[in-house]
């Protein structure tokens, strides 16, 4: 890597014909080199849960490389387990090294808003805490060994519909608390080489040419030093996008954003200074990329371990799985006739469509996998359901006669690609119509009915759950997942995995239903903060399964919930432990999830909110405590009016669970505020407001304290029947106007409102 001095005297050295050329790619997956001066080119390739290295750097649907496809992000962010993920990010950078790849394109950190989007499998989760810390571990892993890695889709990236022109209106509350703290943790933890910015547009402005997302809130706010690169034809006016802050653009080679860039530095729409800036951003992780450690033998090139790490996907596959429903089926004990039901019994539907599709090194077939750990017992396969859409009830009715005489019945439904994947959303949360109809008619037809599910988003389930005895939630679980699910099945591995994202009853209960996908161009937010598993709790409204839910085969005691301090300073933050025993008789693992709830906030918040969690894994009969940090943001909410992070004074319950809806131990502590907030009181401000402003109170004793006198005359006494009013005259006036209330009472102040507030106002900020 080159220091500073180094790349401003190569830029001097620059012509501006370079500079500009330097900004936009070589091709669709290099950079720009510029050999004269020792500049390299870049090597990137689409991730994120495998490297998409194609042969020929022209191409974008060429068969790419083999390499090891590990489960998607929907499954990565189910294990809860940050350790876990890290050495996925480590296994992916060395075959990046391998396959002589410089950046991989990804971790993809956008929230899931709705359950339609498309590409939900590449992204982590409806909560943004969980997200943030997926996206760390996955980055600090690859970037551990000096690969780089391309944080997307920068911002609002929250489904496929319109995805290049769609308008995203969000709420500057919802933004910073929702859609950007899961790329502001990466950002600042994990220190990513690029950020990669988003199709559609945010507030009105494409994300590839909107200033204040990739300058003012990225680089001044956050602190981030890498590139900014567009997402593959992301870019509107190049200009533009380069006075915004973007530097690179994918793909090219694309001589006429070269031509409009020079033009526009000739004429003077571009200031020279700001290209120079977005070369030196683009030359630091151009050399930073080309220090990259060489593999084993020497070179790049050298092989990857290819068993090792089809063996950590396999771990990572298993300890993602959810189980759902089990009524003691599970694990199977030694059934000897096993009716194997489905098409991705043997076509292991195993990753989605898309810019991710990877060339797998190899592939688990389920059940090739699960014949190795059935022993002796005998295997019926029926696939139950075609690759098409087409119903075919003879494919049924095989399928029933199986399970009629098995011992019991496995069902291997997967969500099919023609539902699920890049460039469109789904229709719905269903299965196939045939699948649906398969499901019940086996489960009627034999009393031991397993179903396993592989797909990338919820699904409901309310039409067949009830009929079948254990679901297993497999997610797209990557090459090995076919071996994972049968370590599961079979007890070999007891499942661990937690759902990341609720599961709603019905599509209309969903939080984003009402507003998506928009229209005119324009999609609202109107759903505001309250995405996921925040709206469930508010409305009250009934899941299927609770965001951060799973079963196990064993059971998780929780006991002796403490706090380092029940009265603490924001600057301090305070430290909850509880202890966590394994009471049954298997080995297993659990995820502690810690909530917060402010029970008294200036602004609405959601009844609770995650806040921290940890993976321990016990013995039966161990005993271990969990220790779990909570900063000044645990609390915090972000104040529009402030443009900052507040935390109140005041109570907040701290909520230690198995999962959002599964709470078994609440501490209470007080939070003592250190910040020194402005007053944002105005001619339109309340009386309530003017009371909780500090310098707001002071300043309007005298005059409140007088009003309140007079009111009490007005009103005789409040809400009582000689009144005749019949209200409560301290709320009545908590929520008017001071001006007004004033305006009510100027001949007792012989001057008028106007006159009173302007001077009180004046008061308070001088």
């Known amino acids: 890597m080159k220091d500073d001095l180094s790349l401003t005297i190569l830029i001097s050295q620059m012509t501006l014909e370079e500079k500009a050329a330097l900004c936009t790619g070589e091709s669709t997956w290099t950079t720009t080199p510029v050999e004269r001066l020792g500049i390299p080119a870049m090597i990137v390739s689409d991730g994120p849960h495998g490297v998409r290295r194609v042969p020929n750097a022209n191409a974008i649907s060429q068969q790419s490389l083999p390499a090891t496809c590990f489960p998607t992000a929907s499954g990565l962010a189910a294990t809860w387990d940050v350790g876990l993920v890290e050495q996925m990010g480590q296994a992916l950078a060395e075959e990046c090294i391998a396959l002589d790849v410089d950046v991989l394109l990804g971790p993809g950190a956008n929230m899931k808003r709705t359950p339609l989007n498309g590409r939900n499998f590449e992204y982590f989760s409806e909560d943004p805490y969980l997200a943030g810390e997926m996206a760390v571990a996955l980055i600090s892993g690859v970037q551990s060994k000096g690969v780089g890695t391309s944080l997307k889709h920068f911002a609002a990236n929250n489904q496929e519909f319109q995805r290049f022109t769609i308008n995203a209106e969000v ?43 990739l300058t003012e809130i990225l680089r001044n706010e956050w602190g981030f030093e890498g590139l900014v690169v567009s997402d593959w034809g992301a870019v509107h006016d190049r200009a533009a996008a380069l006075q915004a802050g973007l530097d690179l653009e994918m793909p090219g080679p694309k001589p006429g954003r070269v031509a409009s860039v020079i033009a526009a530095v000739r004429n003077g729409t571009l200031a020279e200074s700001v290209l120079d800036d977005s070369v030196r951003r683009i030359l630091r992780i151009v050399f930073m990329a080309a220090d990259t450690p060489k593999g084993a033998n020497g070179a790049k090139g050298s092989p990857f371990n290819v068993d090792a790490h089809h063996a950590l996907a396999r771990q990572i596959a298993s300890e993602g799985m959810v189980l759902l429903k089990n009524d003691g089926i599970l694990p199977l004990q030694n059934p000897q006739h096993i009716a194997v039901i489905g098409h991705a019994a043997q076509a292991a539907h195993f990753q989605g469509g898309g810019s991710s599709h990877i060339h797998a090194s190899r592939v688990d077939v389920p059940f090739v996998e699960l014949q190795k750990l059935a022993g002796e017992a005998e295997l019926m396969y029926a696939p139950g359901y075609p690759a098409d859409d087409s119903f075919q009830q003879p494919l049924i009715d095989e399928a029933v006669a199986a399970a009629r005489v098995a011992d019991v019945a496995l069902l291997y439904v997967a969500l099919p690609t023609y539902k699920e994947s890049e460039g469109y959303d789904r229709p719905d949360l269903d299965v196939t119509r045939q699948q649906v109809a398969l499901i019940k008619a086996v489960a009627a037809a034999q009393p031991h ?100 839910y799973g079963l196990s085969y064993t059971r998780f005691a929780y006991s002796n919930p403490t706090v380092s301090a029940h009265e603490f300073m924001d600057v301090d933050g305070v430290t909850v432990s509880v202890d966590v025993t394994n009471t049954g008789k298997a080995a297993g693992k659990e995820v502690v999830q810690v909530y917060v709830s402010d029970r008294v906030a200036q602004l609405a918040r959601p009844p609770k909110e995650l806040k921290g969690f940890a993976k321990v894994a016990l013995q039966p009969g161990e005993t271990k405590t969990v220790t779990i940090a909570l900063d000044f943001r645990a609390f915090a909410y972000y104040h529009p009016t402030y443009k900052q992070w507040v935390a109140e004074d005041g109570a907040f319950d701290i909520l230690i669970g198995s999962s959002s809806a599964d709470i078994r131990c609440t501490q209470t502590v007080t939070l003592q505020s250190t910040q020194q907030l402005p007053s944002i009181l105005n001619r339109e401000s309340t009386v309530h407001e003017w009371q909780a402003d500090p310098r707001g109170k002071v300043v309007v004793a005298q005059v409140f304290e007088k009003m309140q006198a007079q009111t009490q005359k007005m009103f005789s006494g409040g809400d009582s029947e000689e009144s005749g009013i019949g209200m409560d005259t301290s709320a009545f006036m908590d929520d008017m106007p001071l001006l007004n209330l004033l305006e009510w009472m100027e001949n007792e102040f012989h001057e008028p409102a106007e006159v009173i507030v302007h001077r009180l106002l004046a008061e308070v900020y001088t």
């Open 171 to 213: 709420g500057e509350r919802a933004l910073r608390e929702i859609y950007l703290p899961a790329f502001e943790k990466a950002v600042k933890k994990a220190r990513p080489f690029t950020v990669m910015c988003a199709y559609n547009k945010l507030n009105g402005e494409h994300c590839s040419q909107n200033h204040r997302l």
């Open 449 to 548: 009915t397993v179903v396993i599910l592989n797909n990338g988003a919820p699904l409901a389930m309310s039409e067949w759950i009830d009929d079948v005895n254990a679901v297993l939630e497999a997610w797209m679980m990557g090459q090995a997942g076919g071996g994972a699910i049968a370590d599961v099945l079979y007890g070999k591995v007891n499942p661990s995995g937690k759902l990341a994202e609720t599961y709603a009853l019905k599509l209309t209960d969903t939080p984003a239903h009402i507003n998506y996908p928009g229209e005119l161009g324009t999609v609202h937010y109107g759903e505001g903060i309250y995405i996921g598993y925040r709206y469930y709790d508010a409305k009250g409204v009934p899941v299927l399964f609770p965001f951060g």
